[in-house]
C-alpha cells in the first residue's frame, strides 16, 4: 500500500449476535463480489486480454481489504458471541473454505496467464536477438552464436 493510500479506519469491534450477522451478510456480499470478479478476471486473462485484467485490480483490491477487516472482525468475537451464532458460523466457515478454493482457482489461472506472456515474451526476445546476432566463424572454424552482448531492448507495440 503507498503512502497516498489512507488506511480505512478500524470497524468497531462486534458486541452482539446481531452486529455479528449484519457482518456476515456483508461478508457474503463481499465474497459474492469477489466471486464473480474473479470470473470476469479469469475470462479476461483466457482470452488473452490482459489490460482488462490489470483494470479490475483496484475494485480486487477494496474487496479484498473489506473481506479481511470483515474476518478479522468476526475470528474476534468468535469466543464471546459463539453460541449465539450457531448455525450461521456453520454456513460461514463452509462458505470461507469454498471461497479458498475458487481463490486458488483464480491463482492458477492468473499465474499461468503470467507464465504463457512471460514464455512469449522470452521467445521473442531470443528470436530477434539471434537474427540479429552476426553469423560468424570463430577462431575454431565453427559458427559462434555471439552472445547475450548483441541483444538488444526489446519494445512491445500496444496498439495494433
Known sequence: MTSEQAMPAPMPAIVTAAEAEEA????????????????????????????????????????????????????????????????ALIAVKTRHADFHARLQVNLTVLATAHAVSEGIVRGLSQEVTRKTTPQVYGASGRQTNGGAHHAGPLAVSRTL
Open 24 to 87: 456476515i451478510r456483508r461478508l457474503d456480499e463481499t465474497v459474492d463480489a469477489l466471486e464473480q470478479l474473479f470470473e470476469q478476471e479469469g475470462a479476461h486473462a483466457r482470452a488473452g486480454r490482459l489490460v482488462e485484467v490489470a483494470q479490475l485490480a483496484p475494485r480486487k483490491d477494496e474487496l479484498a481489504r473489506a473481506y479481511l477487516a470483515d474476518t478479522q472482525r468476526l475470528k474476534a468475537c468468535l469466543p464471546r458471541l459463539r453460541g449465539e451464532l450457531g448455525d
